[in-house]
């Protein structure tokens, strides 16, 4: 079912388009579980499954990092959230790399909606950290000391990427639109910004940039993170670059 990567270089693809489909970006899903919301993106069906025209894709790409660029430029805070098991170390590694905060464990409810709630455990996160570094904890004994670092483990999964958050973000940039859907509902609500790849099996209409994309493979994610990150980084001037 699969192109082989000879055939798409040197028949369907050229630029920039022939690197996303060798990440496979444009395979969507069966065609009975198209949205009709997405069919405007359909460059061809093969095998019953439709393949998204990457033309349109880098043009969303575009769009998308433009507003990214603007947003993170004028100071304001981009979440980046992927919670799909093969995502979640994806979302880690990139959310680091890029200086951003993320959400990789799961998204627990609340998190935007019950903002205040929230920082109070984060910031009980942060100190109990900062006890274990100050040698603070060493007064308990080592079955409690065990305890403790069994809950600071379980604080990291589910808070380590947005401790070092001061204040609510401004923006979310969501990898996987059903998996996520409760994210992109609490920043929706909060009148955030939202990004999201949307696969063929989705109705975009409510964030305010997607990126028509294979939000499963691997590899096409890896391609749209690494787009981002060419963004975030070129805007994160360093005070020694600015002399």
Not at 48 to 66: F, N, S, V, W, Y
Not at 122 to 134: A, G, M, P, S
Request: glycine share 6%.
């Amino acid at each position: 079912m699969l192109e082989t990567k000879e055939k798409i270089k040197k028949d369907e693809y050229k630029g920039e388009t022939e690197k996303m489909a060798i990440a496979g970006l444009h395979f969507g899903h069966k065609t009975s579980k198209t949205h009709p919301k997405m069919k405007q993106f359909v460059s061809s069906t093969r095998n019953g499954i439709h393949h998204i025209d990457l033309d349109k894709t880098e043009e969303k790409i575009k769009e998308a990092m433009e507003a990214v660029k603007e947003l993170l430029a004028s100071g304001k805070v981009l979440l980046l959230v992927g919670t799909k098991i093969q995502m979640k170390s994806l979302t880690k590694q990139y959310g680091i790399a890029m200086g951003l905060p993320y959400v990789n464990y799961r998204w627990l409810g609340g998190t935007f909606s019950n903002y205040d709630t929230m920082r109070k455990r984060v910031l009980y996160f942060r100190d109990l950290e900062k006890k274990k570094t100050d040698g603070e904890l060493e007064k308990y004994t080592k079955k409690e000391r065990l305890l403790i670092d069994k809950k600071l483990r379980d604080l990291e999964n589910r808070f380590g990427g947005i401790k070092s958050l001061d204040k609510m973000p401004d923006a979310v940039f969501v990898l996987d639109m059903k998996k996520d859907a409760f994210a992109i509902k609490e920043a929706l609500d909060k009148k955030m910004k939202v990004f999201c790849i949307a696969d063929m099996d989705v109705d975009p209409s409510a964030v305010d940039y997607f990126i028509p994309a294979n939000d499963d493979a691997i590899n096409s994610v890896r391609y749209i993170l690494e787009r981002l990150k060419e963004t975030v980084l070129s805007i994160q001037v360093k005070p020694a670059d600015k002399e």
